[in-house]
């Protein structure tokens, strides 16, 4: 409270050409409200504020939203196109010389054209990320599909958050990432939160997690770490990493044994509870423990607390969901809020936290291989049919499914891709295997790459175009309850750097497909199509105006006309979105993950965040503040596991895989399992964790394993100095 009052009087304190510009962070999908500070002078910005209306955060904001303001000034800023005369140096920052727009279009314009004329229109590819607007994520579904005719379109969602869509999707019929607005969560009676390192990862949350035990509810928390959040929960199910699975089936199996299931609920509302209730017999709290490593009393004591409590809310994120069986267990978690009835009301759900600042948006417009704008099929023809004539475009011209992300590197390498248009994502960091991904590549005969830093994806381009940050442009983003928020424009954009949006507008007249673009000057004309490309989908923005935003404090999806407030609660009326209007109980047997340790490589490897670093790192490695507290990655270890490899504290080790090698600094710590090691994958080069990670996919999701891979460790002797 002190703290609220400080900041409050400090906010007459003015610099003397000082404007406010209200908006939200850059980076998850907390998207906390925040002020902006403009000198109006001198067109720049120069401080944050926390905003106090804020309904979701009340004026929290973490260490990276409070320096996020400093990505748009700084000096590592791209200012000009630039186009790489050598190729022999592809994959470095050399190599790069400063060019005009003119020529930086023409070139792609030329590369493009040759590409296709030789190979087919499916040689050209575009990979993008979930940081941009609404508007953005739409355009470039549009400009794939459109104006390069490729189906080849993919998004960093499928190494985020594309396991929560595809559970939420069998189980529900529909894909929002949470079923209650977030100002609920802190009135319920238990919070059972899964593969979520909470406190680090979405801190803002915390005050309502925190509430829930004041009032004298509980928190479970699965999770293989003694996370910040795991050391306060009332149990603390330490499993091993990627056996949740076992864990989500050994939860449900008590609940329906000790009659926690409501059955008029079950009846009415779902369809496969007697399947998976005879599937989940044999976990019993035993087989569970053998399966996961938790202590048979914690499973039996969460699923009590769990099944005893009036209202609850089962939460969940990365931990569970980057497997090669992240759908299934995503609805085997929700299997647990189905069977005891527990959503479809205030107070009781299921949640996800998104892990990018438009996770939710960015995977509903078109961005996904197989999706169209307002979550419409492309395998759907009157999904196409609707969605051709927005575009206006013929259902014929519409290109086929493409593959996921990791696919498509799969396809560069044998050259069925050729050519890469690749915005607001570094798979160069980020994608799973990284020695055969950054192969792949460098091995491209033509790569575009569009951001506003040199990122270590921008180093393998012939031509990068320089695009604005989130506070230079303005839109739509959804966050991670499903409320539809604005971003404002705080600054002109610096040097010569555009936003994505404009970049598509005028390549495509470049391309000689200017007339489905032309008409698109501003970035509310941009999101004018894109509410009406989305009207009647499932994802329905019509409704949610500009206007309506403001004046709502953000407005739930689906909104289907002028006169619809939104819907903050889903499945109020127990009506689901199946063809049936029920829920799927869903039987799912356990599997193990992928690669399991062995005497060879007997650890398991399981990867993460920390709280003062975003996705690659690729901008928040370049704040001073944030690099100071967390300059290099780590490895997290036992201290039993740290004593038989005869390593200490801050001595370097080298990990390695079945894929790859790297070198850390070890951190001992009782807040690991004995047989598993941490590392955050925030780092770049050589120092990242994603060259040992494995590359199995989610048959559903086409998610890779991230979380769990068998790995081995050995220390680095150093040679003392004299």
Not at 148 to 155: A, H, N
Not at 232 to 260: K, S
Not at 355 to 373: A, C, I, M, W
Request: proline fraction near 5%.
């Amino acid at each position: 409270m002190q703290r609220d009052k400080f900041f409050r009087e400090i906010e007459n304190v003015r610099h003397p050409n000082e404007t406010l510009v209200k908006t939200h962070c850059s980076y998850c999908g907390m998207q906390c409200g925040m002020n902006l500070r403009v000198d109006t002078k001198t067109n720049k910005i120069i401080g944050v504020e926390p905003r106090y209306d804020w309904p979701v955060t009340h004026g929290k904001m973490c260490p990276k939203g409070v320096t996020a303001y400093q990505q748009t000034n700084h000096d590592d800023r791209i200012l000009k196109p630039l186009i790489r005369d050598d190729a022999s140096l592809k994959g470095t920052k050399e190599g790069f010389r400063e060019a005009s727009w003119d020529e930086a279009y023409n070139l792609i314009a030329k590369k493009f054209t040759e590409l296709q004329n030789n190979y087919g229109k499916d040689t050209l590819s575009v990979f993008s990320g979930v940081s941009m607007t609404n508007e953005k994520c739409y355009l470039t579904g549009k400009f794939a599909r459109v104006a390069l005719g490729t189906r080849y379109i993919d998004y960093n969602g499928r190494f985020c958050m594309s396991s929560a869509a595809g559970g939420f999707l069998r189980s529900f019929g529909v894909d929002r990432g949470s079923t209650l607005p977030w100002t609920d969560i802190h009135e319920t009676d238990c919070l059972f939160i899964a593969g979520s390192n909470t406190a680090e990862c979405h801190p803002t949350s915390m005050f309502r997690v925190w509430h829930v035990q004041e009032r004298g509810g509980y928190l479970i928390v699965a999770d293989p770490r003694e996370t910040p959040i795991a050391r306060r929960a009332d149990v603390h199910l330490d499993l091993r990493p990627g056996t949740d699975l076992a864990l989500a089936n050994g939860i449900l199996n008590l609940l329906i044994q000790n009659g926690y299931a409501d059955e008029a609920f079950v009846a009415n509302h779902t369809n496969g509870f007697e399947e998976t209730k005879e599937l989940v017999k044999e976990f019993t709290p035993e087989y569970t423990s053998q399966l996961t490593g938790v202590a048979p009393e914690k499973i039996i004591r969460a699923a009590e607390i769990y099944g005893k409590a009036p209202n609850a809310v089962v939460m969940f994120a990365r931990g569970i969901e980057q497997q090669h069986k992240g759908v299934d267990n995503v609805s085997a978690y929700t299997n647990m809020a189905l069977v005891t009835g527990k959503i479809g009301r205030p107070k009781a759900g299921v949640a996800t936290f998104t892990g990018q600042g438009n996770g939710q948006g960015g995977r509903e417009h078109g961005q996904k291989s197989d999706l169209l704008p307002g979550y419409r099929k492309i395998t759907n023809p009157k999904h196409v049919e609707e969605v051709c004539k927005v575009w206006g475009i013929t259902p014929e011209e519409m290109p086929q499914p493409g593959v996921s992300a990791y696919e498509m590197f799969e396809l560069m390498e044998q050259k069925t891709i050729r050519g890469l248009y690749l915005l607001c994502s570094n798979p160069a960091v980020s994608a799973p295997n990284l020695n055969f991904v950054r192969k792949a590549l460098k091995d491209l005969d033509f790569m575009v790459c569009a951001d506003f830093y040199l990122s270590e994806s921008a180093e393998f381009a012939d031509v990068v175009l320089p695009s604005v940050t989130w506070s230079e442009d303005e839109g739509t983003v959804t966050n991670l309850e499903g409320r539809i928020i604005k971003i404002n424009k705080a600054q002109e954009p610096i040097g010569e750097s555009k936003p994505d949006w404009q970049m598509q507008v005028e390549l495509a007249e470049r391309l000689g497909r200017g007339k489905y673009f032309s008409h698109l000057k501003t970035a509310k004309d941009v999101a004018d199509e894109f509410r009406l490309a989305s009207k009647g989908g499932y994802a329905d923005y019509y409704g949610a105006t500009w206007d309506k935003i403001d004046k709502q404090d953000g407005v739930f999806w689906p909104c289907k006309d002028e006169n619809d407030p939104g819907t903050p609660h889903m499945f109020l009326d127990k009506k689901f979105y199946h063809p049936d209007g029920k829920a799927k109980i869903c039987a799912l047997p356990y599997r193990p993950p992928a690669e399991e340790p062995d005497a060879e490589y007997p650890l398991r490897l399981t990867t993460g965040r920390v709280v003062y670093h975003y996705l690659s790192g690729n901008q928040t490695r370049r704040i001073q503040f944030l690099r100071d507290m967390c300059p290099e990655p780590y490895v997290e270890v036992h201290p039993e596991t740290a004593a038989k490899y005869n390593v200490e504290h801050e001595e370097r080790v080298r990990l390695f895989t079945r894929r790859g090698e790297a070198i850390y600094k070890v951190k001992i710590t009782e807040a690991i399992r004995k047989d598993t090691v941490f590392v955050p994958y925030h780092f770049g080069h050589e120092q990242s964790i994603n060259l040992l990670t494995i590359a199995a996919l989610d048959p559903m999701s086409r998610m890779p394993e991230f979380k769990a891979c068998a790995a081995q460790m050995e220390k680095v002797e150093t040679k003392k100095v004299l």
